[in-house]
DNA sequence: CAAAGGGTTATTCTGGTGCA
DNA sequence: TGCACCAGAATAACCCTTTG
């Protein structure tokens, strides 16, 4: 979308929160050889918007639209509105939102709170089933698969329990073996390991090769992500790194192996979140023990293991810290697990 | 209960690099 | 040698959470 305008000549900007994607769709055009400044230009984040005069843009695309900050800057508390400023700033605005990508307790976008900015500004909203993305590009088509996926974490009511899914899944009962088999998938470096953040970030700070922030059975070791650099999805040599939801939103991978930590469990025959098994050094649920949100934290958690578990085209292999977990998931999908 | 700590992000600056 | 461009460092100060 981004490029077809810009080859008709509109002035057009590509928004999204997360800095991640816009590193990497940064680097792969910097290697195209596209001039740095204009690359720079095209892809935004959502606060830039605040001293843009009205009608400056032609379009503005805003991708991930369900994690806009309500206000901007370093400390929040700059502007009004995202979404207001984005709306007041362009002649037309593009959203995609997916209210069930909602990821931290900062993250305010709505349809409704957009179409509430749209009006304020006095202009005309268009929503609905003529403007759904179909669900062919992801997970390799699979509605079966994402059915399943909103069966598991109670997104959504879905009727059909009898999951058939053209999609590879794999369950593991040992994160080494789950590493080596996705290891032979990395043939093209589109093969990545996932997990839920419930394990601190240590060597954020200690660049000690001996130290490991994920240690799991089976003498598994690894390191989240390095700092020094934004663009792990694609790097040569971040296959033995483990990605999070800041790293993975927005990006998307060939195979993924998902390690899913103790903030979800299956307990009472149910499947359940747990809060307080989340790494200190996660900011996702700031906020949440003060306003005592806890539903807002049990959407959060669910929402970020649906968003993990269909970052794969091709398939998805799991691991669950949580071992009823894995056999319940092995049941709904009859699929065996591989130790 | 008061104080310290940690995480946070768009922009500006500067020394360095590569090319004509 | 001069110019254009670039990568990385430095920077602003708020609030929730944890600690003492």
Redesign the pocket.
Known sequence: LLSNLINKGYSVNYITKN?APREVFFKKL?KDKF???YIKTLFK????FINVPNNFFDCLIVDEAHRLNERSG??N?LGESQIKEIIHASKVSVFFIDEDQIVTTSDVGSVDLIKKYAKEEGSETYHGEDYNLVSQFRCNGSDGYLAFLDNLLSIRETANIDFEFDYELRLFSNPVKMREELRKRNDNNKARMIAGYCYD?IT?NDYNPDVYDIVLENDFKAKWNFNNTKTWAIDEDSFEQVGCIHTAQGLEFDYCGVIIGKDLIFKDNKVVTDYTKRA??D?S??????TKNYALADRIIKNTYKTLLSRAQKGCFVYCEDKELLKYISKITRTDIEC
Do not use: D, P, Q, V
Request: proline content about 0%.
């Open positions: 800095a910097r001039r740095l400044n984040g959502s606060g830039s370093m400390f508390n970030w954020k200190k050094t900011k649920l700031k906020g949440i023990k003060k």
